[in-house]
């Protein structure tokens, strides 16, 4: 069904301020695919902060063009939808690896993130790192563990004397 130019421009302002608010962007291709399997993706991605559509590819190059990111041209041919991470990036492209893990309808073409086009294993790649919770609260155990371990050296030898004059007072009759 052809779009009118009113709707083409609208469907290309909407896909021009989801790619400048997400931090990534990926494409796949879902050829095949059912329209609840499609919602069932769309639901997981939404969970983890990002958001899911199927678009048009010459909307989407245009709207790519217009923010400064030049796909590789086998990214938006046949069907493609874009899986857009606004919030956390891992967790965006593990929710959809998660949703679309065992169907054969559904594959990872590629993305964007960080100003750098993304192949498929990349996006694989980032998809297997821990979401930011996680990596934030292990790079603040790895910047207080000197600190902790500092405390714990400079407490010990009170801590030794105090064991001794404990021991002597209880070896000691009381008077």
């Known amino acids: 069904m052809a779009l009118s130019k009113q709707r083409k421009e609208d469907a290309l ?75 956390d990036p891992a967790s965006t492209a593990k929710a959809l690896t998660d949703a679309t893990k065992g169907n054969e309808f559904v594959k990872v073409k590629g993305g964007f993130m960080g100003g750098k086009a993304l192949n498929a294993g990349q996006v694989k790649a980032l998809s297997e790192m821990p979401p930011l919770p996680v990596m934030r609260a292990t790079l603040l155990g790895v910047l207080q563990a000197p600190a902790g371990k500092l405390v714990r050296t400079l407490a010990e030898p009170a801590r030794g004397l105090a064991a001794v004059i404990q021991a002597r007072t209880e070896s000691q009759p009381a008077a």
């Open 13 to 87: 302002a909407a896909y021009s301020e989801w790619v400048k608010k997400s931090e990534a962007v990926i494409l796949v291709e879902y050829t095949g695919a059912r329209m609840k399997d499609l919602n069932n993706i769309r639901n997981k991605i939404r969970e983890a902060g990002g958001e899911f559509h199927v678009v048009k590819n010459t909307l989407a190059r245009r709207a790519f063009a217009d923010q400064g990111m030049e796909l590789p041209a086998d990214y938006l041919v046949k069907s493609t939808a874009i899986s857009f991470a606004f919030t």
